[in-house]
T-cell receptor, first 113, second 115 residues
């Protein structure tokens, strides 16, 4: 089966610093990726997405980078705030599987005030 | 819009009991799905539906049934609960069925414990 993995299960950063969360995927056919944020006791919340025809996409304080050569995805959060503390998941989707996504196990981000 | 709603928020069952987890969305989304989330594991797909009257199995369907009689509702039934079904269950929906690159929106989850 497919696998989507995260390099670091936990990450602690100082408030105001930038955060980088990494994700490796194994299927070179994956062509759409989403980053989700999951706060304690809540469902995953969409943050940002990127298609395989792009290398970089920016949102509000977040940037996603995609390196298809090494099958690596990263989420950068600028000026990390206490409200950013959560678990972050990446998910991959392949054109031939329609709506079906495969999810990584998640990285827990803790922001230190 | 309320988005994706799930009830109940918490549930405790005894082994062998049956129950239905409710999921509803008010966004007129075609695609709906159920996932379970276990510690240290990513979300795993249980069942999904691409429209009213159409359902299919995901990665871990055993022990669960679904139906989709309306666009809005997608209940998940546990036929005979087992401790291995202790998990957090999430319902999700997407606007288009079979559409690559279509964002999924998640409900708040149901935390189920089977004793």
């Amino acid at each position: 089966g497919e696998s989507v993995g995260l390099h670091l299960p936990t990450l602690s950063v100082q408030e105001g610093d930038n955060s980088i969360i990494n994700c490796a995927y194994s299927n070179s056919a994956s062509d759409y990726f989403i980053w989700y944020k999951q706060e304690s006791g809540k469902g995953p919340q969409f943050i940002i997405d990127i298609r395989s025809n792009m290398d970089k996409r920016q949102g509000q304080r977040v940037t996603v980078l995609l390196n298809k050569t090494v099958k690596h995805l990263s989420l950068q959060i600028a000026a990390t705030q206490p409200g950013d503390s959560a678990v972050y998941f990446c998910a991959e989707n392949m054109r031939n599987t329609g709506n079906q996504f495969y999810f990584g196990t998640g990285t827990s981000l803790t922001v230190i005030p | 819009n309320a988005g994706v709603t799930q009830t109940p928020k918490f549930q405790v069952l005894k082994t062998g009991q049956s129950m239905t987890l409710q999921c509803a969305q008010d966004m007129n989304h075609e695609y709906m799905s159920w996932y379970r989330q276990d510690p240290g594991m990513g979300l795993r797909l249980i069942h999904y539906s691409v429209g009213a009257g159409i359902t299919d199995q995901g990665e871990v369907p055993n022990g669960y049934n679904v139906s989709r009689s309306t666009t809005e509702d997608f209940p998940l039934r546990l036929l005979s609960a087992a401790p291995s079904q202790t998990s957090v269950y999430f319902c999700a929906s997407s606007r288009l069925a079979g559409a690559w690159g279509d964002t999924q929106y998640f409900g708040p989850g149901t935390r189920l414990t089977v004793l």
